[in-house]
C-alpha cells in the first residue's frame, strides 16, 4: 500500500436487509461510512486558531483567571508552525494579538496579551465573532506567508449577547453570509445564564461543536477535547452525492449537515465538513424501492465523495454503489447490525431534542418518559441480539438518555444544568464528535485501555487518540 493510498479516506456501504423481494415495493434504509486514517503528530498540518473571549463584568475572577490559565495550557501544545490570535469583547471589540507563529517569541507575546486582559462591561458577542472571522480570513498573514492548512474560531462567553447584533436569527444570517468554507467554528458556554441555542446553531453552522461548561474548571478539558480535533485534521471539504438508481427514490437523509437536493427525490449533495484522524462518520438514507422484473441484485444508489486530503494536501474522491439482492422468494431476513447502531443513535439525538422541546413548555414529565421510554426498548433490543450494552455505543447512548433524564428532574436543574446538558447530547450524536466537558480520569484511562485491547477508536464517546492524548495533558496540569 503506498503512503497516499493509506491517507484516504476509506468508504463502504451497507443496506438494512441483504434481501429484498422482487416484487416488493417498500422503504429501505442504507448507510454510507466513512473513517478517517491515523495520523501521528509528527503528520498533522499546522493550525491557524483565533480565540474570541469574553471579558465582560461577568468573567471577573475565577472564570477569567482559568481561562487565562487555558490560554498558556493551549500554547504549550502548540508548535513553532502554529499561528494564535486573541480577540476579547465586552461593549467593545479588541484584536489583542493578531495572528501569530507559536515561536518562543510568539508564545511569550500571546501570555503578555492575556495577562493584560481585565474584565469590562456588557456583551458584544456579536463584533467579538465576526472580527474573530474577520482575522482568520483575512488572505495573507502578519508574517507574509499564507494561511495554515486548518483554519478555526473558538467563541468563549459565560451570558448573553446584549449589544451588537442581539437577534439570533439576525445573527446567524450574517455569519453564514461571512463564513468561508475553510473555517470551522466552535462555541463554549459557560455556567448557566448563556443562550445554548445560538451557541449550538453557530458551531453547526461551522461545523465544529457546542461545549457545555458548567463548572469554569473544566474549560481546559473542553479546550483539550477541541484542540486534539483541530491538530488531527486529515480531511476538508468532504462533499458526498448520492444518486438513486432508477427505479428508486430518495426519501430522506439522516443527517444535520446541509443537504442540497440537485434533481429532486434522486440526487442530493450532503457537505460534511471535515474529519479528525480516526472519526468516523455515517450518511443513513431512507429509500424508496419500486418492483423488479429479471433482476438478481439491483443498485440502489451511487455515493460520490470528494475531498481535500490534508495529509497529502491533494484532492480526493471516489465512487461507490450500493446493491441488494432481489429474489423472488426472500430467503435471508438478517438485519444490519451496524446500520441498526447507527438509527439508534439517530434515534437518541432525536429523542433528546424532542424531549427538550417539551422540557422548554414545561412538560418536564413527558420529557423524561419519551427518553425512559427509549432506553428501555434499546434494552430490549440489546437483549435480543445479544448485544453487550455494557460497552461502546450501546453503552455511551444508554448513559446519555439517562443523564438527559437526570438532566430534567426538576425545573431548577433543568435551568441551571438541564438544557445546555442536554443541547450538548443531542449534538454529538448528531454529528458523531466528541463535545463532553464533563469527563473523568478514569473514562480516558478505560478509554486508552479499550483501544490497547481492540484496535478500535472510541465507539460512541466519538474521541480520538489525539484528542485523549491532549485531554490527559490538561487533566495533570489540574
Known amino acids: 500500500m503506498s503512503l497516499h493510498s493509506s491517507k484516504l479516506l476509506q468508504v463502504w456501504t451497507a443496506t438494512e436487509h441483504r434481501q429484498i423481494a422482487a416484487k416488493s415495493s417498500t422503504t429501505?434504509?442504507?448507510?454510507?461510512?466513512?473513517?478517517?486514517p491515523a495520523c501521528s503528530e509528527v503528520e498533522r498540518r499546522p493550525i491557524d486558531l483565533v480565540v474570541v473571549l469574553d471579558k465582560s463584568g461577568s468573567m471577573a475572577g475565577q472564570k477569567l483567571e482559568l481561562c487565562k490559565q487555558t490560554m498558556q495550557f493551549l500554547s504549550r501544545e502548540l508548535s513553532s508552525s502554529d499561528r494564535v490570535a486573541l480577540v476579547s469583547y465586552d461593549s467593545h471589540v479588541t484584536l489583542n494579538l493578531p495572528l501569530t507563529k507559536m515561536d518562543q517569541g510568539g508564545k511569550a507575546l500571546l501570555s503578555q496579551r492575556v495577562?493584560?486582559?481585565?474584565?469590562?462591561?456588557?456583551?458584544?458577542?456579536?463584533?467579538g465573532l465576526i472580527a474573530g472571522l474577520d482575522e482568520v480570513q483575512e488572505a495573507t498573514r502578519l508574517d507574509g506567508e499564507a494561511p495554515n492548512p486548518v483554519q478555526?474560531?473558538?467563541?468563549?462567553?459565560?451570558?448573553?449577547?446584549n449589544e451588537g447584533i442581539v437577534n439570533k436569527t439576525a445573527l446567524i444570517r450574517y455569519v453564514e453570509k461571512?463564513?468561508?468554507?475553510?473555517?470551522?467554528?466552535?462555541?463554549?458556554?459557560?455556567?448557566?445564564?448563556?443562550?445554548?441555542?445560538?451557541?449550538?446553531?453557530?458551531?453547526?453552522?461551522?461545523?465544529?461543536?457546542?461545549y457545555f461548561v458548567q463548572n469554569i474548571d473544566g474549560v481546559s478539558i473542553a479546550f483539550a477535547d477541541c484542540l486534539g480535533g483541530l491538530l488531527s485534521v486529515v480531511a476538508q471539504n468532504i462533499k458526498v452525492d448520492i444518486i438513486a438508481a432508477p427505479g428508486v427514490s430518495i426519501a430522506a437523509v439522516k443527517t444535520k449537515r446541509r443537504v442540497d437536493t440537485i434533481v429532486a427525490g434522486t440526487h442530493v449533495s450532503v457537505d460534511l465538513g471535515d474529519l479528525y484522524s480516526e472519526e468516523a462518520r455515517d450518511?443513513?438514507?431512507?429509500?424508496?424501492?419500486?418492483?423488479?422484473?429479471?433482476?438478481?441484485?439491483?443498485?440502489?444508489?451511487?455515493?460520490?465523495?470528494?475531498y481535500t486530503n490534508v495529509l497529502t494536501l491533494t484532492k480526493d474522491s471516489s465512487v461507490t454503489t450500493c446493491t441488494v439482492d432481489r429474489p423472488v422468494v426472500v430467503t435471508d431476513t438478517t438485519v444490519d447490525s451496524g446500520l441498526i447502531q447507527q438509527l439508534q443513535r439517530i434515534e437518541t439525538a432525536e429523542a433528546i431534542e424532542a424531549a427538550?422541546?417539551?422540557?422548554?413548555?414545561?412538560n418536564l414529565s413527558g420529557g423524561t418518559a419519551r427518553l425512559r421510554a427509549l432506553a428501555d426498548k434499546f434494552r430490549r433490543n440489546?437483549?435480543?441480539?445479544?448485544?453487550?450494552?455494557?460497552?461502546?455505543?450501546?453503552?455511551?447512548?444508554?448513559?446519555?438518555?439517562?443523564?438527559?433524564?437526570?438532566?430534567?428532574?426538576?425545573?431548577?436543574?433543568?435551568?441551571?444544568r438541564g438544557q445546555y446538558r442536554m443541547a450538548s447530547r443531542a449534538q454529538t450524536h448528531?454529528?458523531?464528535?466528541?463535545?463532553?466537558?464533563?469527563?473523568?480520569?478514569?473514562?480516558?484511562?478505560?478509554?486508552?485501555?479499550?483501544?490497547?485491547?481492540?484496535?478500535?477508536?472510541?465507539?460512541?464517546?466519538?474521541?480520538n487518540d489525539a484528542k485523549r492524548k491532549i485531554i490527559s495533558r490538561a487533566f495533570d496540569t489540574k
Not at 356 to 362: I, L, M, S, Y
Not at 431 to 459: A, F, M
Open 115 to 127: 495577562e493584560a486582559i481585565h474584565a469590562g462591561s456588557c456583551t458584544n458577542l456579536s463584533g
Open 382 to 416: 440489546f437483549a435480543d441480539r445479544g448485544v453487550d450494552a455494557s460497552v461502546g455505543q450501546e453503552r455511551a447512548l444508554l448513559d446519555d438518555l439517562n443523564d438527559c433524564c437526570v438532566a430534567m428532574a426538576n425545573t431548577h436543574i433543568y435551568r441551571e
Open 178 to 210: 461571512m463564513l468561508s468554507k475553510n473555517v470551522s467554528l466552535f462555541t463554549f458556554g459557560y455556567g448557566s445564564d448563556h443562550d445554548a441555542d445560538i451557541l449550538r446553531q453557530l458551531s453547526d453552522l461551522g461545523q465544529g461543536a457546542y
Open 28 to 36: 429501505t434504509y442504507v448507510n454510507y461510512h466513512i473513517e478517517a
Open 283 to 306: 450518511l443513513v438514507v431512507q429509500l424508496e424501492v419500486g418492483p423488479v422484473m429479471h433482476c438478481d441484485v439491483e443498485t440502489l444508489a451511487e455515493f460520490r465523495i470528494r
Open 356 to 362: 427538550q422541546c417539551e422540557a422548554n413548555q414545561g
Open 430 to 463: 448528531y454529528t458523531q464528535r466528541s463535545n463532553d466537558s464533563e469527563i473523568s480520569w478514569e473514562v480516558i484511562r478505560e478509554e486508552d485501555s479499550t483501544r490497547t485491547r481492540t484496535g478500535q477508536t472510541s465507539i460512541g464517546t466519538y474521541r
Open 152 to 161: 478555526s474560531v473558538l467563541l468563549l462567553t459565560d451570558g448573553l449577547a
